[in-house]
């Protein structure tokens, strides 16, 4: 079943000779692109599991739509109905996703910058606002973030002859976290060749044994002996 306002919703542009008030087109288009957005976040998460940043913006998602339906009950507008489910998927690639969700957030800000110049209503104009900051303040700069270290890790992989595919397999927490690491690390002095060619999971270890030897070493008992 289709929206009664389908194309004013898929085309994001208010339609003056529509037989809807402005206002009521405008908090429908923009709940719209939150069901859109909402529906690619969750379907990453479904795919890649619940990681970060995607895992942690989808629920602020479900906080603007909640938003925008406040905004519907107030002034007796129609939610819309979401087809996003049904109709959204994902890319096989962590990286192409991450790009396409600085394009989103850089769209649904551009959309905000829009629709706040054909409502004059202050409680309506309050929400998008903060909506848009959301967006431009705190999931734009995740996302690209998340695209700059996607890119070091494949970086990483390909140097030793692994497809991006498998670039985000799990070795654990702290092997990930010394696999992070190396993926931005910069020169490293004489150890760098070794360090570039070896496996996070073997540095883990190695970092591991050392922290074990050290602990050993420096036992509170030897020192009172030894001394």
Known sequence: MRNYDEPILRSQ???P??????????????????YAAHA??????????????????????ERHIAALSNLCQRFGIPRPLNP????????PSWLVNCE???????????LYDYLLGQVGEPEARRVFLNLQAASRERHLPVFRQAVADAMAQERYHAARGIPPEAAYVRHGPFSDFMERALAHAGPLGIFS????????AMLAGLVAGGAGIYLLKNRPGRNRKED
């Open 193 to 200: 060749p070794l360090l570039r060619h070896s496996h996070p």
């Open 13 to 15: 542009r208010i339609d």
């Open 84 to 91: 996003f489910p049904q109709e959204t998927s994902v890319a």
């Open 100 to 110: 396409r969700a600085v394009a989103g957030e850089i769209a649904n800000i551009r």
């Open 17 to 34: 000779a529509a037989p809807f008030p402005i206002l009521h087109q405008a908090v429908r288009i923009a709940l719209y692109d939150e």
């Open 40 to 61: 690619f976040y969750a379907g990453v998460v479904e795919a890649f599991g619940p990681r970060p940043p995607f895992a942690n913006i989808l629920r602020s998602e």
